[in-house]
Every structure is written in C-alpha cells, then in structure tokens.
C-alpha cells in the first residue's frame, strides 16, 4: 500500500468521473430525461396554493400532503432524509386522489407522467390473480430496486390498492424502513403513495357524526380520520390488510378524502366546462346533477362517484 500514488489515483479517477459526469449532463442530458435537477424538481408552497384553488373539498388532503412533501423534500435536499416518505390515500371514488397524484407527478418531473422516474401500479390489472402474490411481490421487489437505482427521487404510485392481494407490499417493507440504505441503494428519497377505495364509507359515516355534533367540515382535523383509516387498512380485504407496513408504523400518513356534496360537483362541473371555454347554465348545472350524480342513502348529502363521470358528461352537454 502507498498512499500518495494511491491518493494521486484516486483525485484523478474522480476528476475524471466529476468531468465524465459534468459532459453527461451537457450533452446526453440535453436530449434525454436523467435524473438531476433539471428533469426532477423541487416540489414548493405554491404549488399547493394551486392544487387548493384546483381540488374542491379537501382541506385536510392538501394540509397535510403539502407540509409532508415540503418536509420530506427539504430533508431530501438536505441530506438527512431517513426513510423513503409513504402515503396512503383514501376515499370513495371520485373524491379526487388520482387527480392530486397527477399533479404532483406533473410538478415533479419535467416530464410528467412520460419520466423514468415515475412509476405507477394498477390494482386490479397489474395484480389480478390473488394465488400470484409471491410473483407479485418479487416483480415489485425488482421494479423498486430498478427505479432507485436509475433514480433515488422516484415516485412510486399503489392505486387500486383494497383490490391488491393481501401481503402484496411484504417484499418492499424493510425498503421503506428507516436508514433504508440497501446494497448500496438509497431508498429514502423516494415517494411511495398508496391509493384505494378503503375506509370511504367510514370517512363519510365519521364526518357525518362530527357534523351532526356541530363541528363545521372544514374544522374536521386529520386526526379525526387517521385513526380509522390505519385500523381499516389493516383489518380489511387488500393489499395492506395484515401488513408489516402498518404493524412497523412504515406508512407515516393515512390521508382522508372526504366524500363531496352538492356544492363541490357544482364547482367540478363549472371546471369541466371551463376546459370548453364555456360557463354552465344554471338549468343544465341542475339538469347534470339530478340526473346523473347519486347521492348516499344514508344522508343524502355525499356524491357516491363524486366528480368521476362528469367529464364525460359535460363533454355531451356542451356538444348539443
Ligand atoms: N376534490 C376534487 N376537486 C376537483 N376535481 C375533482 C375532485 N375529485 C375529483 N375530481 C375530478 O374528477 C376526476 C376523477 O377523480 P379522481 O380520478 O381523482 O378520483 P379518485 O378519488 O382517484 O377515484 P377512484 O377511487 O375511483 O380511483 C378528476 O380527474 C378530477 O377532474
């Protein structure tokens, strides 16, 4: 061993591997999607001052979701970032989870949903056969590693995920652990979000009790849900019932989309029809919504499929 011709080898093996780099990203990286600061993005405050003027009815959702991916991009950014972030969305179809998926992949990537980086899970297609789980969980295994180590700020994105099979996420817990630091790999910057169907009735049952005992929707609190939601997600049919994800408390938030009233598919609607550069009629507004929105048996106050259908809707209207 001698250490200054080991030292003398080891500034120019990095001085090549720093210029290497730096001509990457001049000319490769000019054409193609790499993972720097010029294609993955810093998510910032406005971009949750936006997403409330876009997503009715969620003060909760984009509360929390903001400060959590503030926080975790901050850490990030900072080096000190322990564990990959991990959120689970729920609600009732329509309520507006894979709407505000959307625009943070937009806002993350320069690419959009076209980057490398992202990668997204369907439920019900990508895990249909419930006796595959241990294929399963070795393909999501395999594609996490992949991604993170193309791209450790990757974004990884369970919809559909009460029609997973139950044990589904097993192979990625000790990835979403703290100091997940495995061969190599570096998993704590990354964003896992988990979205499903799961503990949409009880959010509805558990804001009509608070209502009912006086509390205003918008004063409802994450920790009026929270609770709930763990405990469903565990006990329930899908991919997180009896997971070490929640026993290992791995998923740091469990986020409510509340189920919408009247007044949010009205703005919905007002919103599908700005897209066409036009403004509702009030008569077709009423029309819309008596015709085609359902409201719950129970109170008559929540849409059962929310704001889903009624792109499509608003589509006919205007062309007639
Ligand atoms: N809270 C909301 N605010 C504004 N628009 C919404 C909201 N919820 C839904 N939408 C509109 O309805 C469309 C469908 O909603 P989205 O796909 O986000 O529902 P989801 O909650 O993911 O439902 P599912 O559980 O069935 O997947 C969105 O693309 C968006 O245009």
Sequence with gaps: FEPISTLLGGIILGTGAYYKNSIKDLTYCQFAECCNDK?????TDTLFDSIKQELFGQHIANDILSKAIIAH?????????????????H???GTGKNFVSEILIRSMYKKGKDSAFVHKFLGRSDFPIESNVNEYKIEINRIVREKVKMCPKSLFIFDEVDKMPAGIFESIASLLDHHSMLNGLDFSKAIFIFLSNTGGVEISETLT???KNGKWRDDTKLYDFEKILEIGSYNLDGGLKKTSLIESHLVDHFVPFLPLERKHIRLCLEKEYFKWGQFPKESDVSEIIDKFITFDKQTGMYATSGCKTLGAKVAVYVRS
């Design 39 to 43: 294609y993955v993005l810093d998510i």
């Design 73 to 89: 991009t901050a850490k990030v950014n900072a080096n000190i970032s322990k564990k990959p972030l991990v959120i689970s969305l």
């Design 91 to 93: 609600g009732t179809p």
């Design 209 to 211: 009790q608070l209502t």
